[in-house]
């Protein structure tokens, strides 16, 4: 089993509409938890931080589950650029700085 | 710009030759780490340095990889004898230390592709 894993899409949605991703992990111990966005053929960006009792950031809902072991990012009212890949990022908590990044979902926005 | 800065962006070389890496992390600092992502894939941890000190490395990290921060300020990460299946794009990230939390920010990476 993969330590972060994430449905890869794609999801392809119509502009305005809300869309959620999951994305479960496999160490209980995991400490830190984060959602990175990925445009096509450039670098990761950090989108948000996913704190213990969720958070939200304009259109962006983050949501954390430890005892289910999931974090989820809602979008909602979403925009044509918010085509991207989202990445789920775990501190699996066994050193301070290593994290792991689940493979990405793939989201399209159409008009 | 006062993000994270890498070179070159592309480098395509023959199997077999060396290449070598540069990344430039945020000024303020102290940490920063080398990841390699592959087509669909989320990037893979390589290493990390605190300040000069490399603190981590993965079982990725062949011999063939080397990296360095002299001065705990830029990083390279050399390849030697490099081989098809290193083709990926190298990305570079930084962060503050533990105090600041785990928040890391990627340089635009440079893709290799070994011939």
């Known amino acids: 089993r993969k330590e972060v894993e994430q449905d890869p899409g794609p999801f392809n949605v119509p502009e305005g509409a809300t869309v959620a991703f999951n994305c479960t992990y496999s160490?209980?111990?995991?400490?830190?938890f984060f959602w990175y966005r990925q445009d096509c053929r450039k670098e990761p960006k950090l989108l948000m931080s996913?704190?213990?009792s969720g958070n939200e950031d304009g259109r962006f809902t983050a949501q954390l589950n430890r005892a289910s072991q999931y974090i989820s990012l809602l979008i909602r009212d979403s925009k044509l650029s918010d085509s991207a890949t989202y990445l789920c990022?775990?501190?699996?908590?066994?050193?301070?700085?290593?994290?792991?990044f689940g493979s990405g979902t793939r989201l399209s926005i159409r008009p | 710009d006062t993000g994270v800065s890498q070179d070159p962006r592309h480098k395509i070389t023959k199997r077999g030759q060396n290449v070598t890496f540069r990344c430039d992390p945020i000024?303020?600092?102290?940490?920063l780490y080398w990841y390699r992502q592959t087509l669909g894939q989320g990037p893979e941890f390589l290493t990390y340095?605190?300040?000069?000190?490399?603190?981590?490395k993965s079982r990725l990290l062949s011999d063939r990889f080397s990296a360095e921060r002299p001065k705990g300020s830029f990083s390279t990460l050399e390849i030697q004898r490099t081989e098809q299946g290193d083709s990926a794009m190298y990305l570079c990230?930084?962060?503050?230390?533990?105090?600041?939390?785990?928040?890391?920010?990627f340089g635009p990476g440079t893709r290799l592709t070994v011939t």
């Open positions: 996913v704190y213990s």
């Open positions: 990230a930084s962060s503050r230390d533990l105090a600041g939390g785990y928040e890391q920010y």
């Open positions: 340095f605190q300040n000069e000190a490399q603190l981590e």
């Open positions: 000024s303020e600092h102290n940490r």
């Open positions: 990022v775990v501190n699996p908590g066994s050193s301070a700085s290593k994290i792991i």
């Open positions: 160490n209980s111990a995991s400490q830190s």
